[in-house]
Structures are given as C-alpha cells and as structure tokens.
Nanobody, 121 residues
Framework: QVQLVESGGGLVQAGGSLRLSCLAS????????MGWFRQAPGKERALVAH????????YYADSVKGRFTISRDNAKNTVYLQMNSLKTEDTAVYYC??????????????WGQGTQVTVSS
C-alpha cells in the first residue's frame, strides 16, 4: 500500500518562502514521476510541477517558473517543492501526487492528503 505524506505548508507573507515535502511510503515503491498539484477555492486542481524520478527531468507550470523548484531524494523517497517569492495567488491546498508508470498527469495513481499554503499580502 502506497501512502504520500506531505508536510511544510503554512502561512507566509508575500515575497516569502516555504518548502513542502512529500514522503512516499510503501514497500519497494518507485514512482515514474512525482510532483505537486494545487487547488485554490473555486478553481480546478492544477499541476504545479513534476519530476521524473530516475532522470530528474522537471516540468513547471508557467505561473511558477523561476520561483518554484522541485527536487527529490531517491534514498529517502521524498520529493520537495521549494517555493520562493510567493504571491497571494499561490494560496491553495497543495497535493502531492505520484504516477507509477507515466508522467504525472491525470489520472493520478496516488494522492497525498493535501497541505494548506496561505500567502498574505
């Protein structure tokens, strides 16, 4: 059984930084890709960034390019999202996600429980 456990959300002022972490647990679980979606109130859940686990290739939504960095620690089965220069429009629930055999996109194989990120002005 695979579980994704997120941590690191919170409240920060605009211009500040936060780092999200997501630990993937499960016997011998090795995803093809992992990453982060976010969902703001009244909006659809959208892909923010993902990383190909073995090669390290990354993808970013245009809205976060240059501000967010996704990385992974293979030994710890953990993916990180470093968020800098945060804006109020980054406020959302952030969900960790993983796909076992495909690039991260809907449908998603595994979801975390979500962590709230709130950016105040």
């Amino acid at each position: 059984q695979v579980q994704l456990v997120e941590s690191g959300g919170g409240l920060v002022q605009a211009g500040g930084s936060l780092r999200l972490s997501c630990l993937a647990s499960g016997r011998s679980f090795r995803p093809y890709s992992m990453g982060w979606f976010r969902q703001a109130p009244g909006k659809e859940r959208a892909l923010v960034a993902h990383i190909i686990w073995s090669a390290g290739n990354t993808y970013y939504a245009d809205s976060v390019k240059g501000r967010f960095t996704i990385s992974r620690d293979n030994a710890k089965n953990t993916v990180y999202l470093q968020m800098n220069s945060l804006k109020t429009e980054d406020t959302a629930v952030y969900y960790c996600a993983a796909n076992r055999f495909r690039v991260l996109a809907s449908p998603v194989d595994y979801w975390g429980q979500g962590t709230q990120v709130t950016v105040s002005s």
